[in-house]
């Protein structure tokens, strides 16, 4: 059984607030009410040691589930050749699974998990690492389901860096999406755009100055909250391309970014060229 806290009972921010003073510490306590996660843990630790080669790890599921966590790719945990591949690629060379990707966070495990000469799992500290990124996921993903856009407010602050680019951003599904709702846009809708169209569009809204500080950093996490309550993200009905870039005749669409009168010859002009 799941034992609440009383901090969930209080609104996102002030949460949010609370937990940031010391994050590593509020997961720390939350693990206690997780039997789930405790034995998840127990069994990382008892195990770690044993695994040599990446075969190993694939075949110790609860162990590969931790390491996974950790790296906030647990929805791959049944994509078998695609964890082979990434543990087994060169993650420096141009063709590997894990530049082609783009994703920052295969990235980071190819980069860690790739050299087996010696096991990365032979490190004490190393374990103790991933153990603790595991928790902390975790915890920002039970906090999420309670208080939605929480988890992903903290996983923003703690990943964002006051040097970060627009890349950066577009390489983390989940900095991308706070990022996109600071700065307008409906994430369903967005999503059914492809690459260079986001890039495109982001960048004309995403002011990355705002993030040169972890000041600016936390304000930017905060403002994502107080967005998710004026307007919740959850939808169940698929974007059109028409509504995506106005073309219902309302302002706020897409194609409002490139024109104030969605009905104009430039918002005519620029929609016939996508379609």
Partial sequence: ???????SAMPA?????????????????????????????TAFKQDAASIKTPE???KNYKALKVVLGAYGMSSAIGETAVIQKLMTQNPASSTSLAQT???????AFAKAFSDWSTSPLASADTVNSIT??????????SLQKDTP??????YFTRTATTDMTLANVMSDP???KVAEVVSGFDTTQFGALDYDQQVRLLGSKLDLSKLSTTKGIQQFAQQYLAMLQIHPTATTTPASMLTLYGGDGSTTGILSLFTG??????????YSALF
């Fill in 174 to 176: 989940k900095l991308l």
């Fill in 13 to 41: 921010i002030p949460q949010y607030l609370s937990i940031i003073k010391n994050e590593d510490s509020s997961a720390n306590k939350w693990e206690k009410t997780s039997i789930s996660t405790q034995q998840a843990v």
């Fill in 149 to 154: 856009g929480l988890g992903d407010a903290l």
């Fill in 261 to 270: 009168d969605s009905g104009s010859s430039s918002g005519s002009t620029l």
């Fill in 56 to 58: 190993q790890l694939l």
């Fill in 1 to 7: 059984m799941r034992v609440s806290s009383s901090i």
């Fill in 132 to 141: 603790q990124s595991y928790l902390t996921n975790s915890y920002e993903g």
């Fill in 101 to 107: 990707s783009g994703n920052s966070s295969w990235k």
